[in-house]
């Protein structure tokens, strides 16, 4: 009987949490397509998310063999006298080329376009364009555009493409809101000496424009190229780790493979960065910056660029190129670069898990605040549970961005368990009414009548005249009992004299005023409490219900019906007793005149008698 009990009871705190699953699901759902809560909470997931990112980049080191060649504003105010104002003649480029490869530099990239001839110094652009095809590590960029209204879109020399097997079927490398349909050429010189060039588009999410993901490649004109960084980061790693390779594969999941190297694609075939720790608490700078003027005068310590990569870009407040990123918003475009380089080198970027993995981390999480819900019986003990798996959550979700990489979310998981946690907490304490009230009716009523019992009777008995003197107002009881019974019982049976209990008890209910109270007195006696009755109020009902019993056939089943006739007796407060016990004994005397003089009546209060009309001749 117990384990029946229990599994009964399991079994409906399960169904709860499981119609509750179902419903925060199916509100989610509508709350997408209805509300667009998928973008409200994307956002808020996206705070969170750089809220993380800051923490976790406090220990993470960046590669030092990576530099920032910076054209900041002491540079500019320095050779203002030497270069004049900016732009400067490109040829400055080449010698900072020639003198970086001199102290044996790894790499040189060029976050800068060298877009159109610059009049009357056609002579150092070719001087720039000769420089860079001299060396195979020299990288310089260009950029694609969504629209150039009537210009026609250039194309470009087959060298610059590179070979991309594309096995995944939702990634779409076209450009944010429309297809890459222009492309911003630079110098044809360079074009056609080096086919180091690389592209340098970036991409924002359109929650909140704030840039955490990179680029990977771009498609213009059926064709893939490859994001700046990538390709310097893909050759770097073919030389000192001695790779051979000459595809790209993006898998049926969305992984990017190439060499040794594995990466997380979202559905725009970027990566989500890896960010690193700062050096300077007021800028956010990451790398060593070197200022372009050390470059240009040569002060420099010999061998300085020795294995460097080094990235070349403006960081002066006129020309800033910026970015607002999870760990600054004002993170300069040439940096952004370079941490996403030192992604690939090391091989690290965030993986985003799938909403699928959200979703089942959300429900068990729900399960389990639900179970403590249900099992812990005191609330403040229940909430603050609740609130630490919250935070224990929290904190586990940080630690897997920390040291793993991986962004599992937060606020959609938060929000199912404040939802499981108040659903439950409501329908436990109405479930716990519930079972109060069903106790209640327990310990109150009769269960072969549903009347209230002869407890009941007495307490509401002893209200009634404790209100009575208050309000100085009576009130009557009818005492009744069905005639005959044990007589019925032998006839019929106990089972047919339980039916008969039943339907008499029933009648008398549908009989009286809801303010009226009708209980088992014992056996086959019943009684009923009539509020602001008076004696002659009291006769009246109790008349009424002697006919209507009467005049009714008992349906036993089987097609047997029978005729009851019952007997009453009433007594009124004060009238007739001040005490219950009084008015209980003035009760019974007029039910035992009522038999004595036949049955089937109303006993006379004092010597009258009255008769109920017999109905069912």
Known sequence: MIRKVWDKKTFRQVFYFLLIAVSIMLLWLIGQKLFNF???FEAYELKTYD?????????????????ILAIDDPSLEILEEDLGRWPWPR???ADAIEYMEQNGVDSIAFDLMFVGSQKGFEDKDLKLAQTIGKYDNVYVSMNFDVNEGA??????????????????KNINFAGDDANYVYCRLILDGIIKATDKIGFINFRRDPEDNISRRSPTFFKYQDNYYPYLALKLGADYIKRHENLDFNKFTITKDNKLTFGSRIFKLDDRGSMIIKWYKSQDKKVYKTYDYIPFWKVYKKTLPPDYFKDKIVWIGATAVSLYDIKSTPVSSLHPGVEVQATVLNNIIDNHSVKRVSPWVDLVISLVLSLLVALVVIKIREPIFSSLIAIFIILAYIFAASALLDHYMLWVGIVSQTT????????????????KAKDFEYTYKLA?????TDLYNHRYFQEKLKESIKKADKNRSNFSIVLIDIDFFKKFNDTYGHQAGDEVLRQVGQVLKRSVKTNDMVARYGGEEMVIIVADADTNAAVLIADRI???IA????NLGQGLEVNVTISLGVATYSLHGKTSTELIEFADKGLYRAKKNGRNQVGALESEEQQCTEQNA
């Open 551 to 554: 005049a009714r056939k008992f």
């Open 546 to 548: 002697c006919k209507t």
């Open 444 to 448: 109150t009523t009769d269960g072969l």
């Open 38 to 40: 998928e973008t409200l």
């Open 51 to 67: 809220l993380r990112v800051g923490m976790a980049t406090k220990h993470r080191t960046h590669n030092p063999n990576i530099v």
């Open 416 to 431: 199912f368990i404040i939802l499981t946690f108040t659903v439950m907490f409501i329908i436990k304490y109405v479930l």
């Open 151 to 168: 210009k026609s879109a250039p194309e470009l020399p087959k060298k610059l493409s590179i070979n991309l097997e594309n096995n995944s």
């Open 91 to 93: 040829d400055v480029y």
